[in-house]
């Protein structure tokens, strides 16, 4: 299948990645997206998101003529739509998956539609949105026929294909990953398959699209489950005494044995995520996948906890002082290391809880990010690592950003520490 001019619906952390690197391959693409900054810093050659090597692929598509932004959809012969998929409350359940962009952009797109056209929902999904998006466009376009009546013979293609990379190296695995294809038809998949392979290097595998949503959620709850019981432990250990790092440093001596690193819980907007959508279809059933949510959900306030007793400690030490008297300093911010990524990050929520009850000085290094968020941070101090570390009473390291590795121990200079991360721990 030909396609002359591609769309990309969503132009954040996977859709202009994803557009940037089409358009790299000589393909003309349009990318959409509601927020107008974004549209215009795109078109300038420039983008709106930290992605390390993105700024230079966004810059030559814009410039040679192969990709530019837009607010509204216009026609094309494909439309990769790539927006979020929160939260929302429903029946006493918040964790319940909200279509309400996905529809959107779907009721969006189909006017532009025509004979011929494909549409791969790349949004992380629970199982049965693909379909849903589908029926949203046909009742749109009665005048168009789509899988869900006429099968192989429809006049538009359908088809799901979760995006699998990691944020600080989109650009590299967009290209390298293996991607997993689910058409609504046998013709959607195959003709979703020529389209990735313009730039898809590794393999294309296809299925249904019911599955190829199962997948993407299946992944991210096997990581979940993992990070959950390393998190456990760590909660363990520190209530028996023990040095968790040291801990799972000897369990993974054994050859069949690879337990993960805790942390302050799990961000971003996958593996914080994901597995809901499958507790929210199967509650009764998904035990497992709901109590590992529940205790990485539940980390953030074991580190805040922490983080009062520190402090306690410290003023049992020091009697002349009061807790305005203290500093404290949260490193980090970002869901995970080496970006500027808040969303759904243990971090931030961990900072913001620190800041909204700590009454003395509260201090902040994120060196990936130029302003604080605001809100519950209004308090606080966004500052650089050598201020934080020279002033703060109370140390919290929430996020091994590299910078924050490469930091000798002597610098360190409060016996006051909750390293989340193992990065300062010895």
């Known amino acids: 299948m030909e396609f002359n001019t591609i769309s990309v619906v969503g132009l954040g952390y996977i859709g202009l990645p994803t557009a940037a690197v089409i358009a790299s391959r000589r393909k003309n693409v349009i990318g959409v997206d509601v927020n107008q900054h974004a549209v215009d810093t795109i078109n300038n050659g420039d983008i709106h998101i930290v992605e390390p090597e993105l700024d230079i692929v966004v810059h030559a598509a814009v410039k040679e003529g192969y990709l530019r932004a837009a607010t509204s959809p216009e026609p094309a012969d494909a439309f990769l739509i790539a927006v979020p998929t929160p ?13 309400t962009y996905i529809e959107s952009a779907s009721k969006a797109v189909a006017p532009v539609l025509k004979q011929g056209d494909l549409v791969i929902l790349e949004s992380t999904s629970p199982v049965g949105a693909t379909e849903q998006m589908a029926v949203w466009m ?12 006429h099968g192989d013979e429809s006049d538009i293609r359908i088809a799901h294909c979760p995006e699998r990379v990691l944020p600080g190296h989109v650009v590299r695995e967009l290209v390298e990953n293996d991607r997993v294809i689910g058409g609504m038809t046998s013709k959607c998949s195959q ?17 249904t699209a019911r599955t190829a949503e199962m997948a993407k959620l ?5 990581r979940d489950v993992n990070i959950a019981f390393a998190n456990e432990l760590s909660i363990i250990c520190d209530k028996l005494d023990i040095s968790v790092w040291e801990l799972i440093r000897l369990a993974n001596r054994h050859p ?7 942390g302050p819980g799990v961000g971003g907007h996958c593996i914080a995520v994901d597995p809901w959508f499958i507790v929210s279809e199967t509650p009764d059933e998904a035990r497992l996948i709901r109590t590992a949510r529940e205790v990485n ?6 580190v805040v906890d922490k983080v009062n007793e520190a402090v306690g400690k410290y003023l049992s030490e020091n009697f002349d002082k009061t807790a ?3 500093t404290i300093a949260c490193f980090g911010l970002a869901f995970k290391p080496d970006i500027d990524d808040l969303r759904e990050s243990p971090a931030l929520k961990i900072a913001e809880d620190i800041v909204g009850s700590h009454p003395g000085q509260s201090l902040i290094v994120e060196p990936n990010i130029e302003l604080l968020p605001g809100g519950a941070l209004s308090r606080a101090q966004l500052v650089e690592e050598e201020e934080a570390l020279r002033t703060a009473d109370v140390i919290v390291l929430l996020v091994d950003h590299k910078g924050f590795k ?3 121990l002597a610098k360190i200079k409060t016996d006051h520490l909750i390293d989340s991360r193992g990065v300062w721990s010895v």
């Open 218 to 222: 299946t992944e991210n709850s096997f």
């Open 256 to 262: 069949r044995v690879n337990i993960l690193q805790p």
């Open 138 to 149: 046909a009742e749109l376009r009665p005048d168009l026929t789509f899988p869900q009546t």
């Open 406 to 408: 490469e930091i000798p």
């Open 297 to 302: 959900d539940s980390k953030p306030q074991w």
């Open 87 to 99: 939260f929302k409350a429903e029946n006493g359940n918040e964790h319940t998956p909200d279509l």
């Open 324 to 326: 305005k008297d203290v």
């Open 191 to 207: 003709a979703a398959t020529d389209l990735y392979k313009i730039f898809v290097e590794g393999e294309c595998i296809t299925t």
